[in-house]
């Protein structure tokens, strides 16, 4: 019997799926191990060979904790809603629905055409109901909720309440908006209801409040950072413009510091950690008020700075462009260059701000400043390189101790002081802290660190500062103006939002007539037709953000059909987190930000264990397209012809490169009739070939429908099967790096499984195996792989180990090895990686189906990779004849006599005297005549 990949793999799929072979209980004696996948937004087009990579590891991994004993629970769902299947339905007219469900089904198709040994019973859809009402329940608990910073976790908003009751506003340590009320317990029982739901709304850990957005006017909707490249829309290329709106947010920079702390008792790639520490970014400096006399009520400019001690240097504060004081710091005589000026920088995101460091621009407001120490005037800017979001938006520009300063008052020619000027702090405690300008009369001769405290006990003793901490990150916007995403589940009664009642859970999406925003400019909520609250009151319009779902997704895992709450306390109980989480690094500062942010307000809460939801990560490298090229010849005038020159002969014309769809060309060989066919305008193409042949260039780019290098793993299994891509996708390199997908290669993985398909059968086909006990030597070779994939496994190291089953393979070949004590345990450690095929052979070698993946990883026996032979080679007067195998333990008079009576050593002596033999144990011998 030959093998017949497509038949055997189709056979097991359909067993795994009809006997819920992976299905797996929330108790077991056995250790339990979470293994989970970043799941996947179901696009139109489906898989290409690069997806599936960190897929197939994680199986590969789970499979082989399965076999070392571990209860293994490894799901998969999908991230669907999401601004594709949105666009595509104001194209069409289609319900995004129809479009999410259509791609589902074509990615299990595909998923389950690879052989992946997921539990199925765990599904989850973001946009289904059932999940998106626990999204829209944890939603509702962080708006009744605040961050008590005397206790350092996130409490009950009744619990504030209660508070000022009793107290007032007195004692309150809160992460809060900055215009919170002081009041007695007296005052805050007169409030109005509405009074007391507007200063409570200061306090929610979700809550609205005006922010500066990305606002693209194309999609009618608020984008993400990341979904912004270079000022435009990374979807469509749309312009994008900053704006004010009310918007919902998220109160994630309470856990700053428990964010950043998280980060040293976690195990993820050093570079992510890094990316997460620079995004919260924490700064520990002094926030300094600089009086401005024309602002009335709230006189001063308060700004941020990690470095008090050069206030001396100030020439000038600068202002972000959407600073709320803008407005009334502009004089009239500057009125219109200040309002062109923040015209321009709408147009740019803050990431382009942050990231453009050459360019200097800004626009003087024509007011002034007063210097709390000098009492001197400071001059008063906005520019873009300040941010609103950072600090308090607004910077004391010190020259000659900061880069961006320094250009901006060069082009500007705003005065410097030099460094010379300015006497220098003696005995700076930080080598790094260099220009620190000082006032003789009070810090003079101090070190640096008592310099920087004499200064903020001055600016405190005359209300003009403080020490503080400040962070980078800024509270996350959770409002989007689009159709496909969660329902927020809030309604408004007198212009303030209220939560609908919990038992009214799921808040479903409305039909609605078109998926645009409304002629008014509303949300596509705003469309739908009698949607209101007991039929009275206005929903919010807005939706959820596509991280809103992906950042709670891993406990629904644990219990998906629960109906009475996200997950039992029972099943996070026993699975508590994620083992192990494989996916892409793109999401350090998105997902996996925010998913830390969930998690610990739901420990908070008391509703998970466990602080952190991944204890060890790893970012799957991106497998990148290999492009293949043709070369159309030029005429003369420089048009393209219909003639296409091979790549070796293409220096002997003017050519042009074109790229060729990879799925028409093997091992650069490009199939003519099926190039005529690629497009219309080729159909009579003519071809200059070398050898017979057309050879095609190639290029390792990203894989992109548009360089037609996309490779779909459905051809690959159909020619090669599923347990070759596997296979091949672990061999092309380190699981971390990126890597060129190459199609050359995989030939040689498809004979390596049917060169171990043949160690079971004889040359006629037959499955025959033997019951003789086994040689040492093949043990030996057992052995050897057990151990190498046992530690290949635990180190990720995937790659390496399919070599290492070529090698094994080979050996036993080699050996003609056909013994059930040998090829039984082969069949288990091959199982992780290509586990169609050992399936197969498990049940021929007389198992009950299905019972590989739970049979027990062979035990390593170090005993049988002790050498007890040694092929020696043997050499006269230094010249090697022949090799001779002897035992390690023989002694040496013993080894000389066995050399000496060789056939081979023999002729060689030609019957002269042996002077010496020399004899290394275990390297050589060498006779002397």
């Known amino acids: 019997m030959d093998y017949h990949h497509r038949t055997i793999e189709k056979k097991w799929q359909k067993f795994w799926a009809d006997n819920h072979t992976f299905r797996v209980d929330n108790t077991s004696a056995k250790p339990k191990y979470y293994v989970l996948d970043m799941f996947p937004y179901p696009s139109g087009a489906g898989l290409h060979v690069g997806h599936p990579l960190g897929y197939i590891a994680s199986d590969i991994f789970s499979r082989y904790k399965r076999l070392k004993g571990f209860n293994v629970l490894h799901p998969m769902g999908y991230d669907s809603f999401g601004l594709p299947a949105e666009q595509y339905a104001i194209q069409t007219g289609q319900h995004p629905a129809i479009t999410t469900e259509t791609n589902i089904n074509r990615y299990r198709e595909q998923l389950d055409n690879i052989g992946f040994s997921f539990d199925w019973s765990r599904e989850v859809r973001t946009s289904d109901p059932t999940f998106y009402k626990w999204t829209q329940w944890i939603f509702m608990q962080l708006f009744n909720a605040w961050y008590d910073k005397s206790q350092d976790r996130a409490v009950p908003i009744d619990t504030l309440v209660l508070h000022f009751e009793a107290q007032g506003s007195q004692g309150v340590q809160a992460v809060c908006d900055e215009d919170v009320r002081h009041f007695t317990a007296g005052e805050w029982q007169a409030f109005t209801d509405r009074e007391k739901q507007q200063e409570l709304l200061k306090y929610r850990l979700a809550y609205l409040r005006e922010s500066t957005v990305n606002w693209c006017a194309a999609l009618g909707t608020v984008l993400a950072n990341d979904e912004v490249v270079n000022g435009v829309s990374e979807r469509g290329g749309y312009p994008v413009e900053q704006k004010k709106m009310m918007q919902w947010s998220m109160r994630i920079t309470a856990y700053a510091e428990r964010l950043l702390k998280g980060l040293e008792t976690i195990d993820w790639p050093e570079p992510l950690v890094e990316m997460q520490r620079n995004w919260i970014g924490k700064s520990v400096g002094a926030s300094v008020r600089f009086g401005v006399p024309i ?5 001063y400019i308060e700004v941020f700075t990690t470095r008090v001690d050069t206030i001396y240097g100030v020439n000038a504060l600068v202002l972000a462009p959407e600073h709320e004081l803008v407005g009334a710091l502009t004089t009239d005589g500057q009125k219109a260059e200040v309002e062109a000026y923040i015209a ?56 000659s101790g900061d880069q961006r300063d320094y250009l901006f008052s060069t082009h500007f020619g ?33 070190t640096y660190r008592e310099a920087v405290d004499t200064l903020i006990a001055e600016l405190e003793a005359i209300g003009a500062g403080k020490a503080t901490i400040n962070y980078r990150m800024r509270d996350a916007i959770f409002g989007r103006q689009r159709y496909w995403g969660e329902p927020v589940p809030v309604y408004f009664k007198d212009e303030l939002p209220q939560l609908i009642d919990a038992r009214e859970l799921p808040l479903l ?68 987190d994620v083992d192990l989480y494989i996916g892409g690094s793109e999401h350090a500062t998105g997902h996996l930000l925010y998913s830390r942010f969930w998690n610990k307000f739901l420990k908070d809460m008391g509703y998970v264990i466990e602080e952190e939801p991944f204890k060890k990560l790893i ?42 769809d990879v799925n028409i060309v093997t091992n650069d060989v490009l199939d003519l009739d099926k190039f005529r066919k690629f497009r219309p305008d080729f159909a009579d193409a003519e071809f200059i070939l070398e050898n017979g042949k057309y050879l095609c260039g190639h290029e390792v780019e990203k894989m992109s429908k548009s360089k037609y290098n996309v490779v779909n793993p459905d051809d690959i299994i159909e020619q090669y099967g599923a347990d070759t891509l596997r296979m091949y996708e672990m061999f092309l390199g380190p699981l971390e790096q990126s890597k060129p997908w190459n199609t050359n290669g995989i030939e040689g993985v498809y004979k390596f499984l049917r060169k171990f398909w043949k160690l079971f059968h004889d040359g006629e086909g037959n499955f025959v195996v033997s019951d003789e006990a086994p040689s040492r030597t093949e043990l030996k070779a057992l052995h050897k792989i057990i151990k190498k994939v046992e530690d290949d496994i635990e180190r990720f190291s995937f790659n390496t180990s399919v070599s290492s089953f070529m090698i094994c393979v080979n050996e036993l070949t080699d050996l003609k090895c056909n013994k059930r004590a040998i090829l039984e345990q082969l069949c288990i ?5 290509a586990p169609h095929i050992t399936e197969e052979l498990w049940e021929l070698l007389g198992h009950a189906p299905g019972t590989l993946s739970n049979a027990s990883y062979p035990a390593f026996n170090p005993d049988y990779l002790v050498e007890s032979e040694f092929a020696y080679p043997v050499s006269v007067n230094g010249k090697t004849r022949t090799n001779l195998t002897l035992p390690l333990d023989l002694a040496q008079s013993d080894v000389e006599k066995a050399v000496l009576a060789n056939e081979d050593v023999q002729r060689y002596l030609e019957g002269k005297p042996v002077k010496k033999v020399i004899y290394v144990k275990g390297r050589i011998v060498n006779v002397v005549v």
């Open 295 to 299: 602002l009335g009520k709230n006189p």
């Open 509 to 576: 999406l409305p039909e609605v007539d078109k998926y645009l925003p409304t002629e008014s400019g509303e949300p596509p909520l705003g469309r739908a037709k009698n949607w209101k609250y007991q039929g009275t009151f206005e929903y919010e319009l807005s939706t959820m953000p596509g991280w809103a779902g992906s950042s709670w997704y891993w406990y629904r895992y644990m219990d998906a059909q629960n109906a009475e709450a996200f997950a039992s306390q029972e099943a996070i109980g026993y699975w508590r």
């Open 414 to 446: 705003l005065p410097i002081i030099p460094i010379s000027d300015a006497q220098q702090l003696d005995g700076q405690a930080d080598p790094t802290k260099e220009g620190c300008y000082i006032n003789s009369g009070i810090i003079n001769g101090m």
């Open 344 to 399: 321009q920088t709408k147009k740019k995101s803050e990431l382009d701000r942050m990231a453009d460091v050459r360019t200097v621009s800004g626009a003087f407001t024509g007011s002034h400043a007063v210097h709390p120490l000098t009492g001197k005037d400071v001059p008063i800017w906005i520019a873009d390189y300040v941010l609103a979001g950072y600090g308090t938006g607004a910077v004391m520009a010190v020259p």
């Open 619 to 660: 970012n799957q490298g991106m497998i990148q397209g290999r492009s293949n090229f043709v070369y159309r010849v030029l005429d003369e005038e420089g048009k393209g012809t219909n003639t296409f020159v091979s790549y070796g002969l293409k220096d002997q014309y003017r050519t042009i490169s074109l790229h060729v």
């Open 829 to 833: 450690v091959l199982q992780p990686y």
